[in-house]
């Protein structure tokens, strides 16, 4: 079965500097997505960025880049010149195929992302 | 703005008094998605819809139904609520199913 781990609850980063949030997965499939959304408190859930399992090439949205390596699944949030309005929870999400023709969405349990100034 | 409107922000229900949540969207996308999201936890897929197609996860409980009666609305209906069902309820959209899902603002759900 597919799974999403984010090894930090919560990780604090002072302000302008780079921050790095973890996650990695688990699945037998070569064809995927992987997405990092953000959280702000009270605020709806929003897309950070986004990874095709099929491009080699890290994705990256201006101050924001991904480390994504396949062959160890792993997919890691890089924020660069970390400014206050990024304070939220982060989740990482996989979504895939499965084995019944379906697909699968799967989120993290979030990292809480404290920026200090 | 193309958006996912959710309604009502804020619901409290009796335990076992049916309840019913609104999603509704204007970015003409063909899948939605409803999700469970407890305290401090992660998102939880209860169901999709591609078009009118419904896909139910394994292990949503049956207390939990959904409607799609045209493109733009979607709701969500919970039969007998439990106290372990309070939770925000999110709603998401996306173009196809393999696209990026833009969320609505939630509902957070009360039973007493």
């Known amino acids: 079965a597919q799974t999403v781990t984010q090894s930090q609850p919560e990780m604090s980063v002072q302000e302008a500097e780079t921050v790095t949030l973890s996650c990695t997965y688990d699945?037998?499939?070569?064809?995927?997505?992987l997405f990092w959304y953000k959280q702000p408190p009270s605020r709806q859930m929003i897309l950070v960025i986004r990874?095709?399992?099929?491009?080699?090439q890290n994705a990256t949205e201006n101050r924001f880049s991904v480390n994504f390596q396949k062959a160890a699944k792993s997919f890691s949030l890089k924020i660069s010149d970390s400014q206050l309005g990024d304070a939220a929870m982060y989740f990482c999400?996989?979504?895939?195929?499965?084995?019944?023709?379906?697909?699968?969405?799967?989120f993290g349990t979030g990292t809480r992302l404290k920026v200090l100034a | 703005d193309a958006m996912v409107i959710q309604n009502p922000r804020y619901q409290v229900t009796q335990f076992g008094k049916p309840v019913t949540l609104s999603c509704s969207q204007t970015?003409?996308?063909?899948?939605m998605y409803w999700y469970q999201q407890k305290s401090s936890q992660a998102p939880k897929l209860l169901f999709h819809?591609?078009?009118?197609?419904?896909?139910n996860e394994a292990d949503t409980p049956d207390n939990f139904q959904s409607r799609r009666p045209n493109t733009s609305f979607c709701f969500l209906d919970i039969r007998s609520p439990g106290l372990g069902d309070a939770a925000m309820y999110l709603c998401?959209?996306?173009?196809?199913?393999?696209?990026?899902?833009?969320f609505g603002p939630g509902t957070r759900l009360t039973v007493l």
């Open positions: 998401a959209t996306s173009r196809v199913v393999t696209d990026t899902q833009y």
């Open positions: 699945t037998s499939e070569s064809d995927y997505y």
């Open positions: 990874q095709e399992a099929y491009k080699q």
């Open positions: 999400a996989y979504r895939g195929p499965t084995t019944s023709g379906t697909y699968k969405y799967i």
């Open positions: 970015l003409n996308h063909n899948v």
């Open positions: 819809y591609y078009d009118k197609d419904f896909n």
